[in-house]
């Protein structure tokens, strides 16, 4: 059994900064990319964030040169450091992997339960 475990969210102001946490944890064999989604009510789940296991990052539009996405492959852990943050960030985020686990062949992706982020005005 995989498991994401999500943590970091809450409360900012506007222009305030937060760091989102996931681990990932259980029989993993690799870790292909790892990265962070998000769902605003009544919006389809985006892509905000990802990296390879070598490092490579790619960010969405609304994201880049606010948001940094880093991991630490050792800790199979991502981190999403993310400043000047904005209303219209307020979502639930969502850690996902594409990774294989040890029992299986291929890779598949998993997600975490969600983390609330909330930016207020």
């Known amino acids: 059994q995989v498991q994401l475990v999500e943590s970091g969210g809450g409360l900012v102001q506007a222009g305030g900064s937060l760091r989102l946490s996931c681990a990932a944890s259980?029989?993993?064999?690799?870790?292909?990319?790892m990265g962070w989604y998000r769902q605003a009510p009544g919006k389809e789940r985006e892509m905000v964030a990802r990296i390879t296991s070598d490092g490579s990052a790619n960010y969405a539009e609304s994201a880049e040169g606010r948001f940094t996405i880093s991991g630490d492959n050792a800790k199979n852990t991502v981190y999403l450091l993310m400043n000047s943050l904005k209303v219209d960030d307020t979502a639930v985020y969502y850690c996902k992997a594409n990774l294989r686990e040890r029992r299986r062949v291929r890779t598949l992706d998993y997600w975490g339960q969600g983390t609330q982020v909330t930016v207020s005005s």
């Open positions: 259980g029989s993993i064999a690799t870790i292909n990319t």
